[in-house]
């Protein structure tokens, strides 16, 4: 897929702005979505504007709707976002997008404006459950993603150990592809994967954090007995939370 330049990306957030009369309107979604300048609140931006934080609201609100109206969708962006949300079955995590067309941290920002403002996807904001999530509108509203995600998590907590993930998407019901489950998965602050088994972040297993933890995974992959310093040694080698620990660490915690 294309790399985009922040010149190009620019050039395509400043079309989608054409849409708007009011210079005010433009330096709103420039401020909030932290386009070229850092992500500002409501309320910092009413202090500068000299108006209230719901009229910033307001106007940010009724902004994005009319610059969605009547944007076409088919800048060159867009484009590659509709064609990777194609390939996947309609649901792609920011990440996944981010890594595809190769952004840049920086260039973030306008790719979740393009994306908002593009009349064939939705975006959801990260939050407390999972990380940024794009959907076409096709195949999904925010209340489906949302009722999938816990379906999904709910899934796990059934099977109760942690799995392949082809063998937890037999357990979601609906016409949902297996690679749109797998970006819901990498989005979700619920799940996590080791060395292609997934499962809850709280399960050692998979998300192994403290030295004990550690300790039971290489015990439980080896299936024998190790010396302490051979044990310190795999740790150092695991993929999960890569750590050097000393031999008498290891001794201390057995």
């Not at 009547?70 to 981010?98: A, P, T, Y």
Request: glycine share 6%.
């Amino acid at each position: 897929m294309t790399k985009f330049t922040t010149d190009q990306l620019n050039e395509m957030v400043e079309s989608a702005l054409d849409a708007l009369k009011k210079d005010r309107d433009k330096e709103v979604l420039k401020r909030r979505g932290g386009i070229n300048v850092a992500h500002q609140t409501l309320e910092q931006i009413g202090q500068d504007l000299n108006i209230t934080r719901e009229r910033v609201r307001q106007i940010e609100k009724a902004a994005l709707g009319r610059v969605r109206e009547l944007n076409q969708g088919k800048d060159m962006f867009c484009e590659q976002v509709n064609e990777h949300l194609s390939n996947s079955g309609g649901l792609v995590s920011l990440q996944s997008i981010g890594a595809s067309l190769n952004l840049e941290d920086e260039q973030l920002p306008h790719a979740i404006f393009l994306i908002r403002v593009n009349p064939k996807t939705i975006i959801l904001d990260r939050n407390d459950h999972h990380g940024y999530l794009v959907g076409s509108i096709e195949n999904y509203t925010p209340e489906k993603i949302k009722l999938v995600h816990e379906a999904l998590v709910e899934a796990f907590k059934s099977h109760g150990k942690p799995a392949k993930f082809s063998t937890i998407k037999k357990y979601i019901d609906g016409p949902h592809s297996e690679a749109s489950l797998l970006e819901l998965a990498i989005a979700s602050n619920y799940l996590t994967e080791l060395d292609g088994q997934w499962g809850l972040t709280t399960w050692p297993e998979v998300n192994p954090k403290s030295i004990r933890d550690k300790i039971y995974l290489v015990l439980k992959r080896t299936g024998r007995p190790l010396h302490f310093s051979e044990i310190a040694r795999k740790i150092s080698e695991l993929n999960a939370n890569p750590k050097q620990v000393t031999t008498q660490a290891v001794h201390n915690e057995l």
